[in-house]
């Protein structure tokens, strides 16, 4: 999969669970239109790598995030206006960039 598709789908993603309208984890991943599998290790990638706080409940039956959380998904240019440059790290360690609280994916 390429990059661009990859996060709009990390963002769809998260724009689902934000509004806590996801449905069990077959329900949501038939709207993104991918398998539970890839579903659950996109969500197991947001834990992770984002530190996003997400859970299901199963009396509301969706996921949800359990504190605040924001995503934003940034250009390299940016990133440029928010802390000054951000030099050669590699594309790693771009995508586990955090500022303020917020999880950043920052694209090149």
């Given at each position: 999969?390429?990059?661009?598709?990859?996060?709009?789908?990390?963002?769809?993603?998260?724009?689902?669970?934000?509004?806590?309208?996801?449905?069990?984890?077959?329900?949501?991943?038939?709207?993104?239109?991918?398998?539970?599998?890839?579903?659950?290790?996109?969500?197991?990638?947001?834990?992770?790598?984002?530190?996003?706080?997400?859970?299901?409940?199963?009396?509301?039956?969706?996921?949800?995030?359990?504190?605040?959380?924001?995503?934003?998904?940034?250009?390299?240019?940016?990133?440029?206006?928010?802390?000054?440059?951000?030099?050669?790290?590699?594309?790693?360690?771009?995508?586990?960039?955090?500022l303020q609280?917020?999880?950043y994916l920052?694209v090149k």
């Open positions: 999969m390429g990059l661009l598709k990859y996060l709009d789908r990390i963002e769809r993603i998260h724009k689902l669970i934000e509004k806590e309208s996801t449905g069990s984890a077959l329900d949501f991943a038939k709207k993104l239109g991918i398998s539970r599998s890839v579903l659950m290790e996109h969500i197991r990638e947001m834990r992770e790598e984002l530190n996003a706080p997400i859970s299901f409940s199963r009396l509301r039956e969706t996921f949800y995030y359990e504190k605040p959380f924001t995503l934003k998904i940034m250009i390299n240019s940016d990133l440029k206006k928010i802390r000054g440059g951000i030099g050669n790290m590699d594309f790693e360690s771009l995508l586990r960039l955090k609280g917020e999880a920052p």
